[in-house]
């Protein structure tokens, strides 16, 4: 039901898709995966449209998301799928930080989100979906510019545009709910690193699997 609910997201069904979202929430309340789901439908509606409103709502939406993750690992610390849930919700608020300005803001959630994932892959290696995380915080940092280069020695990390890349292809590949989304940052990061030719691949890949999705289209025709 999830998949599906990614689907129908993917292609546009925005309304259709949340339902499937709220679906999968009635069917496990106490499972982080549907206020998940649900909170990244505002997280996408903001990087289309760039609506405050959207922003504060899934800020809002997230937050539950943690609740019910902390409580989860309260009573079960070893919960590796509960820190996946932890560390994506961390991961997706660093991506909206960035898209809004905030750069600190961004960059601390994405450190907490990035840790957490690195702990539930340790404890579960077949953790694919983790991946796009670490290829998205990799990558985005090793782009940050040399202005703000004075963030990743505070953090203790450093960008790696490669093994970023390289973490997003094996999300592409592997992954059950990211795959889709980690296809569509390689399309557009393959297009900024000089190689139009992988990024139209994986672009027409998302194309054919998702006739709908207009954006798709107009990226390729913009391309």
Not at 12 to 31: C, H, R, W, Y
Not at 73 to 87: P, R, V, W
Not at 182 to 196: V, W
Request: glycine share 10%.
């Amino acid at each position: 039901l999830t998949i599906l609910g990614i689907h129908r997201l993917y292609n546009l069904e925005i309304d259709s898709a949340m339902q499937t979202f709220k679906s999968v929430t009635n069917l496990a309340p106490g499972d982080p995966r549907g206020p998940f789901f649900q909170s990244i439908v505002h997280f996408y509606l903001y990087g289309l449209n760039r609506d405050e409103s959207e922003l504060t709502t899934f800020l809002d939406e997230s937050d539950k998301v943690v609740d019910i993750c902390d409580r989860l690992l309260d009573k079960n610390g070893g919960d590796t799928q509960t820190k996946f849930y932890l560390g994506g919700i961390y991961g997706y608020r660093g991506l909206a930080y960035q898209a809004s300005g905030s750069i600190l803001k961004a960059v601390r959630d994405g450190r907490k989100g990035y840790l957490l994932l690195e702990e539930a892959v340790s404890e579960n290696p077949k953790l694919y979906d983790a991946q796009m995380g670490f290829g998205l915080f990799k990558y985005l940092l090793a782009k940050l510019p040399k202005s703000m280069r004075w963030i990743l020695s505070m953090l203790g990390f450093s960008g790696d545009l490669e093994g970023g890349l390289n973490s997003l292809r094996l999300a592409a590949e592997k992954g059950t709910y990211t795959r889709t989304e980690a296809k569509l940052y390689l399309a557009q990061f393959m297009f900024a690193e000089g190689h139009p030719d992988s990024a139209v691949k994986y672009l027409n890949e998302l194309r054919a699997e998702y006739p709908e999705n207009t954006l798709f289209l107009v990226l390729y025709a913009f391309w």
